[in-house]
Structures are given as C-alpha cells and as structure tokens.
C-alpha cells in the first residue's frame, strides 16, 4: 500500500480538485480529507457516513468547588488568564497546561478531556473516505490530521487496498508535516504566479527536511506562460519529477457545482492533462 498527500503550500491552487479528479480515476484507493480545519472534499465526492468516532484534543481544567478552599493559587499561577477571580474556569483560555492540578493543595482542580470534533469513516462513489470535522476555536488540528491518517490505512490495510490518497492542509504548519510525515510521496500542486513560487519552494523545503520524496502539477499553466516555464526549470534542476501541467478553465468551477469531478463532467482537455498527471504519478509510485 502507497501513501500519497497532494499539498499546495497556499489556498487556491486546485488541490482539492485534483485530489477528487484521482479520486475519480483510481481504481482501488482509500480517500483521506486532512484539510480538518477546512474540509470541503466531502462537497464533491458526497460521503455516505457509516461511522462516527469522538475526537479528543487537549484536555481542559475543571475546579471541583466542594473541595476549593479559594486559596487563589491555580488563578495565581495560570499564565492564560482562563481561571476568573471566583474560580470559575474560561474554557475558551484554558490551553491545557495542567499547572492548576498542579499547584492545587486540595486536589480540587483537575484535566478533563473534551470533545474537540469528530472523525467519520465513509463511502463515496469513488470508494472509501476517511475525513473529520474540527470544532469551532479548536486546537490540536494536527493531532486531528494523525488520526484520519490512521484511520484510513487500517480501513486500507482492511479492504485491501493499493493506494491512500490524502487531501492536505495548505501551507507549512503542524497540520501539514502531520499530512505528509511517513508518506511515500507528496504531490505538490502549484500555479504560476510569483507567491505561487514562493510557496511551493517553502513547502519543498518542509518536505526535504523530512525527506520525504516530491513530485509538481503545475495548475492553470497558461495564466503566465513564464513562470510555468521557470517552475519546469526548477523541476529540472532540483530532479523533481513534474507530473503534468493542467490548463486553465472554467469547467472546473462548473464542475464543482454539479458536485462532480472533473473527468466526471468534461473528457477535454484539462481532464485529458489530468490523466496524464495521473498517469505519471502511478509510474512514480510503480502502482499496477
């Protein structure tokens, strides 16, 4: 079994979209949505949920007040402000640091696990998904990304599966080396404008430190013919293998109102580029 995640570096790319077109095109994968912050494959490929899984973040302070002797020491100590004068905890604060249990003389305050979202295992017209949904103002989106991440390769390993595709957070933080740490491949998705550059050199760089093997699409080829040509020269010079190059069109907006994939809606050519890209990746990944 091969692990993919398809990043961007930036919002806006396309990632999305080229992640629900191989979707479209696999023949035996599992799907992962690890943009938890802002999921929004499931819009294209319309899950069917069959099971849903609690998921806990960091755990959270609460103040027993039978046994609170309002000696003032959590409020005192706590650097974030999240306990009141009346020792009342402010759950919105609290960043589960736990010097409050700590401090406590009389063991009145302790660390509660919360509910911080919630982890749905799926079925699409594509084959199984794995994604979540993080609760509003919630942290520990990269713990999150983890375990969709283990949860799609038992349902791989399960079923038997040849592939995880995995949907990526844009950027370089915590959710993004989560997404992509142990994967046999990151498939980068960028576009030629200048911050598009920028942004895909900065993820490369996250990826090189993990070492972690890369490969580019180049999205909306066409909207600066060169900065296209200067990504490709890049692709050469740093011997990153270049997927493909997709043409820019309209049809892909359109698509993803009908709620389809691309090779679902058009056989033209942005899905012939598509298939192309596909093509070579599953070349790159040596996939039958």
């Not at 009342?88 to 604060?93: D, G, N, P």
């Not at 799926?122 to 713990?143: I, Y």
């Not at 760089?205 to 890049?234: G, L, M, R, W, Y």
Request: hydrophobic share 40%.
């Amino acid at each position: 079994m091969k692990q993919v995640t398809i990043i961007s570096g930036k919002g806006g790319t396309g990632k999305t979209t080229i992640t629900a077109a191989f979707a479209a095109l696999a023949r035996n994968a599992v799907l992962a949505d690890c943009d938890v912050d802002a999921a929004d494959l499931h819009l294209i490929l319309k899950p069917v949920v069959k099971k849903t899984v609690g998921f806990h973040g960091l755990a959270v302070a609460t103040i027993d007040e039978e046994k609170c002797i309002k000696c003032m020491d959590c409020v005192n100590h706590c650097q974030f402000d999240a306990i009141t004068e009346d020792i009342k905890i402010k759950y919105e604060a609290c960043e589960g640091c736990g010097v409050c249990e700590l401090v406590c003389p009389v063991n009145a305050a302790t660390m509660i696990q919360r509910d911080s979202g919630l982890l749905f295992e799926s079925e699409t017209r594509f084959g199984p998904m794995v994604h979540a949904r993080l609760n509003t103002a919630e942290e520990s989106s990269g713990k999150l990304v983890t375990e969709v991440r283990h949860h799609a390769e038992d349902v791989a390993k399960k079923r038997d599966k040849d592939v995880v595709l995995i949907d990526g957070p844009p950027g370089v933080g915590c959710p993004v080396i989560s997404a992509i740490t142990g994967v046999d491949l990151v498939v980068i998705v960028t576009e030629p404008t200048f911050s598009g550059i920028h942004d895909l050199k900065r993820v490369i760089d996250v990826a090189n430190h993990f070492e972690i093997p890369q490969a580019i699409i180049i999205n909306k080829k066409d909207i600066n013919p060169k900065k296209t040509n200067e990504i490709k020269s890049f692709c050469e010079n740093h011997d990153i293998p270049l997927l493909g190059s997709i043409p820019y069109d309209t049809l892909a907006t359109k698509a993803m109102i009908e709620e389809k994939a691309i090779p679902e809606y058009d056989k033209g050519n942005v899905t012939s580029s598509i298939i192309e890209s596909w093509a070579a990746l599953r070349n790159v990944l040596n996939l039958s």
